[in-house]
């Protein structure tokens, strides 16, 4: 909403309209809130060790299944 306000204080003071229709535009588009998602991706993160050691066990454990032939 900051940027409809100075988009109208900018028309207001160089008497453009390209401004104003730009303020009305961005007042009544609804934008995505991006912040859940990320949060949420950020807090999945925070389990993972830092070494990638859970991958790698992961990685090994899958190729042991898949050689030994105890595939489930």
């Known amino acids: 909403m900051e940027i409809v306000a100075v988009l109208a204080l900018l028309a207001l003071f160089t008497h453009e309209h390209l401004f104003w229709i730009a303020a009305l535009v961005l007042a009544f ?3 995505p809130d991006l912040s859940i998602p990320i949060a949420s991706m950020a807090e999945s ?3 993972v060790p830092p070494d990638g050691s859970c991958m790698a066990n992961a990685y ?3 190729y042991h ?3 030994s032939g105890n595939l489930a």
Do not use: A, C, K
């Open 29 to 31: 588009v609804r934008f």
């Open 45 to 47: 993160l925070q389990g």
């Open 60 to 62: 090994t454990d899958n």
């Open 65 to 67: 299944d898949i050689t």
